[in-house]
Structures are given as C-alpha cells and as structure tokens.
C-alpha cells in the first residue's frame, strides 16, 4: 500500500507544480514507484488548449501523471470554474482513484488547485474546501512557500489554517530561493522556527525551468539527504 502526499502551498502560482516535479523524478531514482495526481485543475497552459499541469507534467517534466478527474478550462477557483462549465465535483470520487492510485505506487504525490482554503464545491449548505479533503481522507501534506518577501504571513497562516483544519503538515518546501538575498535565507530559518517544521527543500530560482534542471535539481535533492529525510518523516521506506 502506497503513501499519498498533498503538495498544497500558500497559495496558487508558488511553484507547487515545479516542486513537485523535482520530488517525483527524485522518488524515481531512488527505485520508487511514483504516481502525480491533479484531481483538480483549472487553466490551460500557454498552447491555449492544454490544460496547465497536464501539459507540464507530460511535456515538460516528462512525467506521467494519472488521468485528472476535474479539468477545468477557466483559470479560476475550482468552484466557479465548476459552476461556469457545469462541472459536479464529487470529493468522494477523487478519494476513490487517490485509494486506487495509492495501491499501484509506493508514493502518490497530489497537487492541489491553488492553496488549501480553496472551495470545491457546495456540500450540506456550505463550501466543501480543499482542506476539507485532505483532512477527511487524512492525506499527510507538504506546504509550499515562496522564499520572497511575504512568504513569512503567507506561511504562517497557512500552517494555522492547516493546523485548525486538523491537517498534518510534514514540513516545507521553499522555492524560488535566491542564495544572495539576505530576506530570502533569513525566511528559511524564520518560517521553519516559527512554524517548528522541517525544511524538506529548497529549490532555487531558475532562470528556466526544463527536465534537464529538474533532473539536477532532483539530484541535487537526494545528495543533501532530503530525499530521505521526508520518507523518515512519512515512515516509508525506500
Ligand atoms: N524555482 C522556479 N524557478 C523558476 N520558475 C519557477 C520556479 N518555480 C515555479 N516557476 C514558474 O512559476 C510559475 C508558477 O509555477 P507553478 O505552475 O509550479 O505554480 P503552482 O503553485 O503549481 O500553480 P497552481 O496553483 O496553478 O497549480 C510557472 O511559470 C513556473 O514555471
Ligand atoms: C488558475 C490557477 N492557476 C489555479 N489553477 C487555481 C487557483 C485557485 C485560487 C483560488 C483562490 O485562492 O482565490
Ligand atoms: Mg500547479
């Protein structure tokens, strides 16, 4: 039986799809089998007809992802892209190819559409939220922050937001990371203290994203040990 991870992070372009993308091919060199799921998406890439992960994952990280459940073409929040395209999200069917991918692959990395405090859709009179998803299907996650100024705020309510959501948060990833800035290394240690989390990464700016340097970056990732210290923290084995 395989473990699920939700990459969320503090909130929508941060990177969440890029990281993902180094901690996926870095699984895979280790010898694990690895499944990348997007349940939820909305937005098309820049050919204009894709949609934005898919075509990511597919063309430029070259990664295989499981065929998505909700995609959405309005670059909007999941619940009103669904209301707009008269798309029903059902959270249960989601759960249900999350269980079926978990029993093929040892790790089973989910993004999420945005940050956590994203609503779905209408549940029992209310919005039924990313976080609410995480939560009932207790899928362990990994926030993905900026390393730029605001990623401390932006950080620290979401981890409080997470924390109040009952949702398990297994450390951090900060991306866009720029060695030279002074805010940038000092929002590293800042966050990770405040929040008492690992620091699971830190992938830096690039001046273009390709396989080739999520490949390095991937490497990179195992040579420093994280790659083994966030399955410490989710108790697999590699
Ligand atoms: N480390 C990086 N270096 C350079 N560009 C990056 C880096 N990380 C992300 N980007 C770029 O920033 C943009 C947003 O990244 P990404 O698509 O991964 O965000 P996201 O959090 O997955 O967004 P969404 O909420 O839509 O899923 C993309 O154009 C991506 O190529
Ligand atoms: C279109 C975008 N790139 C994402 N796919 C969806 C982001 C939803 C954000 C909702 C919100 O926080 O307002
Ligand atoms: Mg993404």
Redesign the pocket.
């Known amino acids: 039986m395989g473990q699920a991870i939700f990459m969320t ?1 503090t909130g ?8 993902t993308s180094i901690v996926a091919l870095a699984l895979e060199r280790l010898g694990m089998k690895v499944g990348v799921f997007k349940p939820v998406q909305t ?1 098309l890439a820049e050919d204009g007809v894709s949609f ?2 898919q075509y ?1 994952y597919e063309r430029v990280a070259k990664i295989p992802t499981s065929e998505g459940m909700y995609y959405m073409e309005p670059a909007m929040s999941p619940h009103l892209a669904a209301k707009l395209t008269g798309t029903s999200i059902e959270p249960e069917r989601v759960a249900e190819r999350l269980e079926w991918l978990t029993q093929r692959y040892d790790v089973v990395l989910v ?1 999420g ?2 940050g956590l405090a994203v609503p779905w859709c209408e549940r029992d009179g209310r919005w039924y939220m990313t976080s609410d998803f995480v939560r009932d299907y207790e899928v362990p996650a990994i926030l ?1 922050s900026l390393s730029s100024l605001g990623a401390i705020h932006h950080a620290v309510t979401t981890a409080a937001y997470a924390d109040a959501q009952g949702i398990r948060l297994l450390g951090l990833m900060f ?2 990371f720029q060695e030279q800035e002074i805010i940038h290394q000092n929002n590293v240690e800042t966050i990770a203290a405040l929040l008492r989390l690992p620091v699971l990464a830190v ?4 001046p273009a ?1 390709s396989r080739r340097e999520l490949e390095t970056l991937a490497q990179r990732w195992i040579e420093q040990g994280k790659a083994k210290q966030l399955l410490e923290v989710l108790g697999v084995g590699v």
């Open positions: 992070g929508t372009e941060i990177g969440k799809t890029v990281v937005g934005a992960e990511w993004e559409a945005g993905v991306n866009q992938v830096p700016l690039l994203v």
